[in-house]
């Protein structure tokens, strides 16, 4: 394919429901009222009720055709391949659906009795339970609506002992520069002030740097947050001496649990020393995630910081019947609704269960071995930014291409033409022209030889014609966005009060 | 390759400063804004501030990355360049000139001899 064979910019798409809205359209026919009618101002006396609502108005087939269009412009799991790095796209079993949409789990009330919700407060129990074996750790909250969610709990939870233990001077918390960025954000919005320790040559946390900074902090030192395996894909070997040294220094462990894909089943965090950590049940546990929610970022504990855990918690009372434990008198509080997204907590129940205690294992080595064998195939063409055996996930560095004058962000782009999801891109930071490729589990070869060849017929583009990747993509329903006016601009907004006119002109 | 006026200081993290007798003219190099790319987002101090070296001044957003901008000689704030308010491409059109960013009354002209020459910024990006 030609530059000059490609369509046109960026053009409307779809219109939205108010732009195919015509007044007194229907989509039900209500039957009539068996009981007379009251106007709403007699109902709700001296409330203020607006006199106007401009909902759509449209047929029933009309707003099908527009969600099911919508959602053919959508990528997801369930069209293609999506190795987005960092992020676990692995496939999510339908079978976690069915779960959900029993009667006892999706047509129950929060405010209910519990002698009427048993099971589902069962499941919450045996969900605490089952996560605590995985993790190693000694207690589970459910709460976290996200990994980020439980990365702040979790920075609670270890302020919380600090204080307990008259040590709130403890005020330094070291994040390598290599972290999510959600890291010293979680920590910063606990009060906490950020010590950054740096990457070493094999890519792993640099020991006499991270020895340097705990020294210069030892007395007021809060805790270490570390990803493992990392953000660039690598186990963190010197784990136990690192726990070692933080504990020595009178610190606490948060695990950050976003890559526990490459170690459920295999390997216990609570084993390496991490005294706090979340798992995110919409990545490693097959919830559904990248369009809005509801995630769940469960946090689990070690003993010493039980007391502290969020209420309520869900308990087996003596009776054998189960309930919600609020009283917890060194709890921080409530940090969601209710018990967390329940839903969510469901259907990764669902998932575990179906792998059971004997075969969990096989999720991360089969996530590793994916993992591994695209590095090994794209090796050749497109340079690992740290050669060597990886976990769930591989990053590469692109920086050796600005010659062809060719980045990261053009060969995420062009990938979108051979029909993939771009990996993660310029994460980690420490990686210059940086891109991540995590495959997950649940992709067979067939798929992974598909996406290698297409990786290298982009690597041939970059000799051939870097226009068609700097242009890139051509056939995907828009084209490339214009990021900056978007970021500076933010406007994601539309008001039925706006000229469609306006927006459909090309 | 990028732009590295041989008049300039430049520290490793990024930032190049220009002295006029005891005031320091301080933004970020062609190489960073490049690596950036497009900048969408600038927070800066407000004058008077005190500065010490290495701390940081303000932080710069593009469409990858936010980053952190580095002190790189101690001083009290004395301008800022409001007019990237707004206006944020300035930075990666012309970051030696109009996309500077504050201008600072040197505290201690010694640190000065820190900072590296052209020539060794140019070594230690690898151009």
Known sequence: ?506 | MSTIPAELKYSKSHEWVRFDGEIATIGITDHAQEELGDVVYIELPEAGRMLSHDDIYGTVESVKAVSELYTPVSGEVIEVNDALSGAESVVNESPYESGWMIRVRVKDAAEMDDLLSADGYKSEIGE
């Open chain 1, 1 to 506: 394919m030609l530059v000059t064979d490609l369509p046109p910019t960026n053009k409307v798409l779809l219109p939205t429901v108010f732009e195919i809205s015509r007044p007194g359209r229907v989509g039900v026919a209500m039957p009539a009222s068996d009981v007379g009618e009251t106007p709403i101002s007699e109902l709700l006396p001296g409330v203020p009720l607006r006199a106007d609502l401009p909902l759509p108005e449209v047929t029933e087939g009309e707003l099908v055709r527009h969600f099911i269009k919508m959602s053919s412009l959508n990528y997801c799991v369930d069209k293609g391949f999506y190795p987005l790095g960092s992020c676990t796209m692995k496939y999510n079993p339908k079978v976690n659906d069915m779960a959900v949409n029993l009667g006892g789990f999706a047509r129950i009330h929060p405010y209910q009795p519990e002698s009427t919700v048993q099971g589902a407060l069962e499941v919450l129990h045996s969900m605490q339970e089952n996560l605590s074996a995985i993790l190693g750790m000694d207690a589970v909250s459910l709460h976290p609506a996200a990994g980020a969610h439980g990365e702040l709990l979790g920075m609670m939870l270890i302020r919380a002992y600090h204080a307990h233990r008259g040590e709130s001077h403890r005020k330094f918390v070291i994040v390598p520069t290599a972290a999510h960025g959600t890291n010293p954000a979680s920590a910063a919005r606990c009060g906490y002030k950020i010590v950054p320790v740096n990457t070493d040559e094999r890519g792993l946390v640099d020991m006499a740097h991270l020895e340097a900074q705990i020294e210069k902090h030892r007395s007021e030192l809060a805790g270490f947050m570390l990803t493992n395996p990392n953000t660039v894909g690598l186990f963190e070997s010197d784990i136990l001496q690192i726990s070692q040294m933080i504990h020595d220094a009178g610190g606490l462990m948060y695990g950050d649990g976003a890559n526990m894909n490459a170690l459920v089943g295999t390997a216990r965090p609570g084993d390496m020393g991490f005294d706090v950590m979340h798992v995110n049940l919409h990545k490693t546990f097959s919830v559904p995630h990248g369009g809005g929610g509801p995630g769940s970022g469960p946090v689990g504990v070690k003993a010493i910081l039980e007391p502290f855990l969020p209420v309520p918690q869900a308990v087996k009372k003596a009776d054998g019947t189960f309930g919600l434990d609020y009283e917890r008198p060194l709890s921080i509080g409530k940090v969601a609704p209710f018990a967390g997204a329940f839903l969510a907590v469901v259907r990764a129940y669902a998932y575990i269960r179906h792998y059971g205690r004997e075969n969990l294992h096989r999720i991360s080595e089969d996530a590793v071995l994916n993992a591994n064998y695209l590095r090994v195939e794209l090796a050749d063409t497109f340079p690992v930014a740290y050669d060597r055996v990886c976990m769930h996930e591989c990053v590469f560095t692109l920086k050796e291409w600005k010659k062809f004058g060719v980045k990261a962000l053009d060969v995420a782009k062009r990938i979108i033409d051979y029909g993939y999801h771009p990996p993660t891109m310029y994460f980690p930071l420490i990686v210059p022209e940086c891109l991540m490729i995590e495959p997950t589990e649940t992709e067979s070869i067939e798929t992974l030889d598909a996406f290698v060849v297409a990786m290298k017929q982009i690597a041939a583009e970059v000799q051939t014609d870097p226009e068609l990747l700097r242009s890139a993509p051509h056939i995907a329903p828009v084209r490339r966005l214009d990021e900056a006016f978007a970021a500076r601009r933010l406007d994601l907004a539309w008001s039925p009060q706006e000229k469609f006119a306006a927006t459909m002109e090309d």
